[in-house]
DNA sequence: AATTATTTTAATCATTTGATTAAAATATTT
DNA sequence: AAATATTTTAATCAAATGATTAAAATAATT
């Protein structure tokens, strides 16, 4: 065998228990998921991944915040800038929300299902909530379109962008295009939704 | 303990086990479901579930049909419907799927995450695809905008529709709203989602 | 009432699964 | 090079889990 410097080995074998971790985790969700199959995917001896990360519900929350952050750290510099007008700041989540979604399309439904299985343990401690409804962006909303809650709004904006990743394997097999002509839906939805959305804010 | 004739007992063992079954596969998903919290349930012996179903796997399949029903049932006679004009009928699919979410506001979590998990025994099965894509309703929607696939106005909608259930966790952290505050929210949004809609036709 | 068929139970299996332990291998420090 | 610390492995545990079996209880039929 190889030799290997300490500090090379910590990070590439804890990295690579991680890495595992994180693809088995997505695919299978939390409870279909066996540490056997984490530790085979990442070539190891399965004892390795407690002796890294004492247990299979630390290392899955160590995932899961992750993916967390990932799935709603994205709007949160956007809808709190105080600067950026709301036309330009609808267009932006749009379009970063879908180059993202794009190339984690299994991120929603893993991200969502597994909060819903587990409420105690993330559905508080995610204050994207609070920092949401205090934002500017539900503020310009309001001042727009006042008789109409703001959360009506975000709802339908965050919808349309997520929804058809989340119902991907319908409308997959309902229209039966493939991955290129999913992904290119989607590239054409980065300019859809905006103009939908200036409609809808029109029309209300 | 008192007699039972026994078509009441066949029938009243059985359903309370399927009925059973049904509310916690809804509740925690197929993989994190054990077979004896589904016995504990419904009251009944563990040796009776598969006495009377053969395995959780078949029992999982019963349970997960009628939901696959019940979410896409409810469109396809509106979407296939010759007679009724498209703005009808965004109507209809609107009110209908709202009414019957709020009474199952598990449902579409449930069944997508679950599909997501067994593509290979249930995404092909679901037919609701190709129903849809040659749909009069994809019809109506081509000739009123021939510009834009109709499929995009198809994933706005049902995006709009279904996505705050999906998302409830989030946005009811997110605004602090209890059950009876969503539930009116649901209820505004069968008005708005049709006027959305309407001006999202026009405006493409 | 006696016999047969159906339903239910208690006990138990064989696997699977998350986790631990003690020893071996490797790396680091002295 | 020797001593010490860290990483990795093989073997194993205890608990959980899906499923079965044989017997008991109940219902239906003759």
Known sequence: MAKKLKLEADISTEEKIKAAATTVFMQKG???????????AAEINLALLNYYFRSKEKLFEIVMLEKVQKLFGLI?????????DL????????????????????????????????????????????LLSNSSFVKQLHEKVPHVNPIQFLMSVIGM?????????????????DSTMFNGMMEERKKLIPIWVKAMMAAS
Chains 1, 2 share one sequence.
């Open 30 to 40: 939390y409870a279909a998921t066996r540490t056997r199959d984490i530790a085979e």
């Open 76 to 84: 949160i510099p956007i809808v709190t800038d105080e600067t950026m």
């Open 87 to 130: 036309e330009k700041k609808i267009e932006l989540i749009t379009a970063n929300y879908i180059d993202m979604l794009v190339e984690n399309q299994d991120l929603p439904i893993f991200v969502l299902s597994e909060i819903k299985n587990h409420p105690e343990k993330f559905a508080n401690r995610i204050q994207a909530g609070s």
């Open 161 to 177: 962008i997520i929804f058809p990743f989340v119902g991907k394997p319908i409308f997959q097999t309902a229209t039966g295009a």
